[in-house]
Nanobody, 112 residues
Framework: QLQASGGGLVQAGGSLRLSCVAS????????RGWYRQAPGKQREMVAT??????INYADSVKGRFSISRDARNTVYLQMGSLNPEDTAVYYC?????????WGQGTQVTVSS
């Protein structure tokens, strides 16, 4: 019920935009977000946006990434000034009245 897309291979300094479409009956949605997991590391929060528009970013991406959403429940993560440390599988998340939903993950690889 969450479908992520937009990952790929990019050179350091480049940009990518991830998208996450929500479908099905997962309302009410309290917050949407992006998380990532690099090889050998725990999954970490990248950016979140609540239903009232409150946004939070991990310190490591502040000023480089931007989260947004549209009226159709699609959430975007605009990533800029990418560096190899951003390489990870990116997962979209929805916190709902029925619990947490996760997308399937999309690989982002940044080459130096």
């Amino acid at each position: 019920q969450l479908q992520a897309s937009g990952g790929g291979l990019v050179q350091a300094g480049g940009s990518l935009r991830l998208s996450c479409v929500a479908s099905g009956n997962i309302l009410p949605i309290y917050a949407r977000g992006w998380y990532r997991q690099a090889p050998g590391k725990q999954r970490e929060m990248v950016a979140t946006i609540t239903s009232v528009g409150l946004i939070n970013y991990a310190d490591s991406v502040k000023g480089r990434f931007s989260i947004s959403r549209d009226a159709r429940n699609t959430v975007y993560l605009q990533m800029g000034s990418l560096n190899p440390e951003d390489t990870a599988v990116y997962y979209c998340n929805a916190k709902t009245g029925r619990g947490d939903y996760w997308g399937q993950g999309t690989q982002v690889t940044v080459s130096s």
